[in-house]
């Protein structure tokens, strides 16, 4: 298998009720050209797959007799609707850019858009933050309204800054998710608000951020959260009934695990179902679907393999599930679509073992081990966030190691998600707690494995980078190659240059550069990187805004003035999640890099 099997694969996403309850989503595949693109098609399957579009779509939402999506018209996007009934596609908006839509029990349309296109070129002035975001590029600050189509044509509803950035219809008025104000915003307090008739009221929140909004005949139910535990706290499931809001439900609720075959967006509830709420928990390296009931009794839904996305019809329960060996497939009661049946795809199953560490709690992880005897070179590989987790998804990248000879140790330290709220916690102790339970589970996996000590490798992305930097820096010795992908190296630049810099920094090392700054450079790889020894492949995109340009490059210059073997990898006009769904070629460029790094330096 080679890292071309990309362009051959298929993917499901935006699972959501279509008509006479068959599930309606988008496929999306790879068409083939110089560069080769993503095309994504609306389509339903009734016990058969049926493609409602050959063009572009996102986002679609179902209201008889039509089928609403997105659609990329110049720069922006504009609103669309399908007649099911018969004819072509109709365009609804004519605007600078729609950002969302919602559809109203009584076929009301609401939208955000832009107000004004952005001039190619011009100045920008800003007032509050973030100004920008990974994968968006500049936001467009003081240019979104709310409107609602009246006739064909758009009325103005709300025009403010900060601008909703969610919403969701009910009978007794429009819910939105805003900051109060530029301050709130910058500090990610959201408050839920109801406009109707004109008027806007505050109804709950303030602490924290508020999301995945979902009305029902029993009231509001939303996640959120106030990040009393700083950035590893947990969401909680809301039930706003009766002017009250009530915790129903606790957790990392939603399918956190990382995987590198998937594209486009995937709800994972809140969604009501009649005889309660659904919702995704991420638990134990397994995203599980549960129905919380509006007293808040919950119950796992028996499903076989993680749950990426789902929808309830009046023909039940449809799912797209996951697990280490297949991307997503939908099931339910059509019986079982699988996108990529007749493709080739052979994913091992790793093995499972676990760390017991001798402060108390355990390590979990996997291991893949190649054909062979034996002892074989290992990768230990380390996940993003830090508040997500490896689990039952699967991970192209490290298939494409092991059959290349190259045993992928992989596992869920403290700071993981799906363990616990403790778990999940670092609480300022980033390469102390996570370093110790990494090279813990290293060290086991070295004994109770066919695996050769001598020959260790260690590589990982976001996070994950800024654990490779740390722990090349801390323990040259130990490793013989790394690789560090969109890494952390200088959180006094990452501060001001990220689109969660300020937050995210304070959340997870309490820290500011005026506050404490001799936390923020102790924790700062790059005040250890005269240490290093290990040969260090650097891969940065040029357009990431989470972990910026100038991470990887400082990095990289570093490692080649101090005479480490080392090579910078970095990818134009792309941002973040380049190894998840970067264009094609360049996916497969950046896979190319590795395997070519391990085989020299491995």
């Known amino acids: 298998m080679e890292p071309e099997i990309l362009l051959k694969l298929r993917f499901l996403s935006d699972l959501t009720p279509g008509p006479l309850g068959f599930p309606l989503f988008l496929l999306t595949d790879v068409q083939e050209g110089d560069p080769p693109r993503y095309r994504s098609r609306l389509a339903l399957f009734d016990g058969a797959l049926r493609f409602l579009t050959q063009e572009e779509a996102k986002k679609p939402r179902y209201a008889h007799p ?42 009301e349309v609401f939208f955000l858009a832009l107000k004004e296109a952005p001039k190619p070129g011009s100045p920008r002035t800003y007032e509050g933050w973030p100004f920008k975001f990974d994968g968006r ?32 219809p009910s009978p007794e008025g429009l819910y939105l998710v805003m900051a109060e104000d530029v301050q709130a915003q910058a500090e ?47 969401a909680r499931l809301y039930h706003l009934h009766g002017g009250e809001a009530r915790v129903l439900f606790e957790g990392s609720l939603h399918n956190s695990l990382n995987s590198d075959l998937r594209f486009g967006a995937h709800p994972q509830g809140p969604k009501w179902g009649g005889d309660g709420v659904y919702v995704v928990r991420t638990e134990e390296g397994m995203a599980r679907l549960y129905r919380v ?82 002892p074989h070179p290992v990768i230990l590989y380390i996940h993003g966030g830090p508040h997500t987790a490896f689990g039952r998804a699967p991970m192209l990248e490290f298939q494409l190691f092991c059959q290349a000879g190259y045993a992928v140790a992989f596992c869920n330290p403290r700071g993981s998600t799906g363990y616990g709220q403790d778990f999940a916690l670092l609480e300022g102790a ?4 996570d370093e110790r339970d990494l090279l813990g589970f290293l060290e086991h996996v070295l004994v109770h494995f066919p695996l050769d000590p001598a020959r260790v490798g260690v590589a990982g992305g976001s996070y994950g980078g800024y654990m490779v930097n740390w722990l090349t820096a801390h323990h040259p010795e130990r490793f013989r190659a790394a690789v560090t992908d969109r890494s952390i190296c200088n959180w006094f630049s990452f501060f001001g ?17 005026w506050e404490r700054p001799e936390v923020l450079w102790e924790k700062s790889p790059l005040r250890h990187v005269h240490q290093v020894r290990t040969p260090t492949l650097v891969v940065h995109s040029e357009q990431d805004h ?20 080392t090579r910078f990898f970095r990818v134009p006009e792309e941002g973040h999640e380049l190894s ?12 190319k890099a590795y395997l070519d790094w391990w085989r020299e330096n491995l």
């Open 137 to 168: 590029g500049l936001l467009p600050e003081g240019s979104v309204a709310l409107y609602a189509l009246e006739g064909g044509q758009k009325k103005l509803l709300l025009d403010r800054f900060p601008a909703p950035k969610e919403m969701v």
């Open 188 to 234: 990610w307090r959201d408050t839920l608000y109801r406009l109707r008739d004109g008027s806007l009221e505050k109804v709950y929140g303030g602490f924290g951020p508020i999301f995945a909004l979902e009305w029902s005949p029993e009231g509001l139910f939303f996640l959120g959260h106030a990040f009393e535990r700083g950035g590893g706290t947990e």
């Open 430 to 433: 980033w390469g102390e707690r």
């Open 546 to 565: 989470r972990c910026p340009i100038d991470q990887g490059e400082t990095w990289y210059t570093a490692l080649l003035h101090l005479g480490v073997k």
């Open 580 to 591: 998840r769904s970067g264009r094609p070629d360049r996916r497969i460029a950046r896979l």
């Open 497 to 513: 240059a990220s689109d969660i810099g300020p937050r995210f920094t304070f959340m997870e090392l309490f820290a500011k550069p």
């Open 293 to 374: 009931g509006p007293e808040g009794k919950a119950e796992v839904v028996a499903v076989e393999g993680s749950v990426l996305s789902f929808a309830i019809t009046e023909r039940g329960l449809f799912f797209l599930t996951e697990d280490f060996t297949r991307p997503a497939r939908l099931e339910g009661p059509l019986g079982l679509f699988d996108p990529n049946e007749g493709v080739s795809l052979p994913l091992a199953e790793p093995v499972h073992t676990e760390w017991p560490s001798p402060e108390g709690h355990r390590v979990p992880g996997w291991v893949l081990l190649p054909e062979g005897e034996g």
């Open 66 to 107: 039509y089928v609403y999506f997105l659609r990329k018209v110049g720069e922006g996007q504009e609103l669309f609707r399908l007649d099911l009934r018969g004819g072509e596609a109709e365009r609804l908006t004519e605007t600078p850019g729609v950002l969302d839509y919602a559809l109203g029990p009584e076929g």
